[in-house]
């Protein structure tokens, strides 16, 4: 199969061969693995029972996908990514935005990714073998985790969409033979280790857990599902079906696996760590498949991380070609991956990341659909391409190509988020309005949505020019 050679340029539609059973396969098949996995973990180490860690998980889970599902649509319509698509709400310079937001959460989710599989590899290849979990053990499991990764991320879409379908069906077995393998020790209570609720009270700590376990799973898809829609062509599968199977894929592709984590942490008693106590707990007749589970699963995931990562770079540079672009930022996430077995937490490091990029990516999402909703889902896609053409001018070119009144809604909404978000090792000063609660991510999408419809509805009754209004206007009328 060749080398995908699109970046972030508009599909042809006769390339757009890819339909809503695809992007079924890929939101499934690629989240069947421990990096997902591991986020059912965090309720019970949180100090939550069983019944209060699922609830957590489903209700972040329903209502991040509610969110997050209608971003599909969007390059659905534009037949490019969702980072250059955002150009006709920031701005075909301000699109940058979108390009950062989606390089930070795909290289924190594909570090995690090979993190924990490789962790999980060294545990099970010790047991079975004996061989030593040291320092050369992780630095050789990490490397063939992240070589895997990159020869399916640089291969591109058609690889990976065939990746993903052969693991939809393999990792859901591996999966079925892991509750058999676990569930002679499954208990109910919660973990005595985990030293009680995290935040000091039951509700507090079921939010907590609720965004950084639920809801951050389809946040992370905010700037990732367009690579897949893109390939989709509304000529031959309405917006409904697309939806719908969006709404389908985010919810098995992150339920299945979550729930999976939550009902191995009980089964094996993984209060403080996840990865060691899981392959001890592990029956001998499970170690293989587990092994299976580690290196499949986190290389079929962290691949359309990768490549994900590779479109925004490629986005932010366009003179560098996408292959390259995904080998540069290959180079990072394994860089990240080190730095994170030796020097952090896996519960600290993992509760702040999602909840650090849940706060400042939540408004760029608001604002994106903002916009869809606005242009009736109508876009001028060459002009949105101006940017990666070196070139000036079009109707998202607004103020040297950046939309001030989109930019700086998203800016305030990231930072009232980031003010009121709750880390192991930080708390916002705007906790104490809700009452110790974290809230980043409602107030952050609240504050950057509202913002930006006062802001451009007061430009429109200035009649000014460059609104949103007058570009989905003279794009409907060019439709």
């Given at each position: 199969?060749p080398?995908?050679?699109?970046?972030?340029?508009t599909?042809p539609?006769?390339?757009?061969?890819?339909?809503?059973?695809d992007?079924?396969?890929?939101?499934?098949g690629?989240?069947?693995?421990?990096?997902?996995?591991?986020?059912?973990?965090l309720?019970p180490?949180f100090g939550l029972?069983?019944?209060?860690?699922v609830?957590?998980?489903?209700v972040?889970?329903?209502?991040?996908?509610a969110?997050t599902?209608p971003?599909?649509?969007?390059?659905?319509r534009?037949?490019?990514?969702?980072s250059?698509?955002?150009?006709?709400q920031f701005g075909?310079?301000?699109?940058?935005?979108?390009?950062?937001?989606?390089?930070?959460?795909?290289?924190?989710?594909t570090?995690?990714?090979?993190?924990?599989?490789?962790?999980?590899?060294?545990g099970?290849?010790h047991?079975?073998?004996g061989?030593?979990?040291?320092?050369?053990?992780?630095?050789?499991?990490?490397?063939?985790l992240a070589?895997?990764?990159v020869?399916g991320?640089?291969y591109?879409?058609?690889v990976?969409?065939?990746m993903s379908?052969?693991?939809?069906?393999?990792?859901?077995?591996?999966l079925?033979?892991?509750?058999?393998?676990?569930?002679?020790?499954?208990t109910?209570?919660a973990?005595?280790?985990?030293?009680g609720?995290?935040?000091?009270?039951?509700?507090?700590?079921?939010?907590?857990a609720?965004?950084a376990a639920?809801?951050s799973?389809?946040?992370a898809?905010?700037?990732?599902?367009?690579d897949?829609?893109?390939?989709?062509?509304?000529?031959?599968?309405t917006?409904?079906r697309?939806?719908?199977?969006?709404?389908?894929?985010l919810?098995?592709g992150?339920?299945v696996?979550?729930?999976?984590?939550?009902f191995?942490?009980?089964?094996?008693?993984a209060?403080?760590d996840?990865a060691g106590?899981?392959?001890?707990?592990?029956?001998?007749?499970?170690?293989?498949?587990?092994?299976?589970?580690a290196?499949a699963?986190s290389?079929?995931?962290a691949?359309?991380?990768?490549y994900?990562?590779g479109?925004?770079l490629?986005?932010?540079?366009?003179?560098?070609?996408r292959a390259?672009?995904?080998?540069?930022v290959?180079?990072?996430?394994?860089?990240?991956?080190?730095?994170?077995?030796?020097?952090?937490?896996a519960?600290?490091?993992?509760?702040?990341f999602?909840l650090?990029?849940t706060?400042?990516?939540?408004?760029?999402?608001?604002?994106?659909?903002?916009?869809?909703?606005?242009s009736?889902?109508?876009?001028d896609?060459?002009?949105?391409?101006?940017?990666?053409r070196?070139?000036?001018?079009?109707i998202y070119?607004?103020?040297?190509g950046?939309n001030?009144?989109?930019?700086?809604s998203?800016?305030?909404?990231?930072?009232?988020?980031?003010?009121?978000?709750s880390?192991p090792s930080y708390?916002?000063p705007l906790?104490?309005?809700t009452?110790?609660v974290?809230?980043?991510?409602?107030?952050?999408?609240?504050?950057?949505g509202?913002?930006?419809?006062?802001?451009t509805?007061?430009?429109a009754?200035?009649?000014?020019?460059?609104?949103?209004?007058?570009t989905?206007?003279?794009?409907?009328?060019?439709?």
């Amino acid at each position: 199969m060749p080398i995908e050679q699109r970046g972030v340029d508009t599909i042809p539609d006769e390339e757009r061969t890819s339909g809503p059973r695809d992007l079924v396969s890929i939101l499934l098949g690629s989240n069947l693995c421990l990096g997902v996995i591991i986020f059912g973990w965090l309720p019970p180490s949180f100090g939550l029972g069983w019944w209060a860690s699922v609830s957590s998980v489903v209700v972040g889970t329903l209502v991040g996908t509610a969110l997050t599902a209608p971003l599909a649509l969007v390059s659905l319509r534009t037949a490019t990514n969702l980072s250059t698509s955002s150009g006709a709400q920031f701005g075909v310079r301000g699109r940058l935005v979108g390009s950062v937001v989606g390089l930070l959460l795909a290289l924190g989710y594909t570090a995690l990714t090979v993190w924990i599989g490789g962790d999980v590899m060294v545990g099970v290849l010790h047991r079975l073998f004996g061989m030593s979990a040291s320092g050369t053990a992780y630095t050789l499991v990490y490397g063939l985790l992240a070589a895997a990764t990159v020869a399916g991320a640089v291969y591109g879409y058609r690889v990976l969409l065939a990746m993903s379908r052969a693991l939809a069906i393999v990792m859901t077995a591996l999966l079925v033979l892991g509750v058999i393998a676990y569930a002679p020790h499954f208990t109910t209570a919660a973990l005595p280790e985990a030293g009680g609720y995290l935040l000091g009270g039951f509700w507090p700590t079921w939010l907590l857990a609720t965004v950084a376990a639920g809801l951050s799973g389809p946040i992370a898809f905010i700037t990732l599902l367009g690579d897949y829609t893109r390939y989709i062509s509304p000529a031959r599968h309405t917006s409904r079906r697309v939806l719908h199977a969006t709404w389908l894929g985010l919810i098995l592709g992150l339920l299945v696996p979550q729930l999976f984590g939550t009902f191995t942490a009980y089964a094996a008693g993984a209060a403080l760590d996840y990865a060691g106590p899981l392959v001890d707990a592990s029956p001998g007749w499970y170690l293989v498949p587990l092994l299976l589970s580690a290196s499949a699963g986190s290389a079929g995931n962290a691949g359309l991380m990768l490549y994900s990562m590779g479109l925004d770079l490629d986005a932010i540079l366009p003179r560098a070609s996408r292959a390259r672009a995904t080998v540069t930022v290959a180079v990072v996430a394994t860089a990240c991956v080190f730095i994170g077995h030796f020097a952090w937490n896996a519960q600290s490091a993992m509760t702040s990341f999602v909840l650090l990029l849940t706060a400042i990516g939540t408004p760029w999402a608001v604002i994106t659909l903002i916009g869809f909703v606005r242009s009736g889902g109508h876009y001028d896609s060459d002009a949105l391409q101006v940017f990666n053409r070196r070139a000036r001018g079009g109707i998202y070119w607004y103020r040297a190509g950046w939309n001030v009144a989109a930019t700086v809604s998203w800016a305030l909404g990231a930072a009232v988020g980031l003010l009121a978000v709750s880390l192991p090792s930080y708390e916002g000063p705007l906790l104490s309005l809700t009452g110790g609660v974290d809230c980043s991510f409602l107030l952050s999408g609240l504050v950057g949505g509202a913002v930006y419809l006062l802001w451009t509805a007061r430009a429109a009754n200035g009649g000014a020019a460059a609104d949103e209004e007058s570009t989905a206007a003279l794009v409907s009328s060019e439709a």
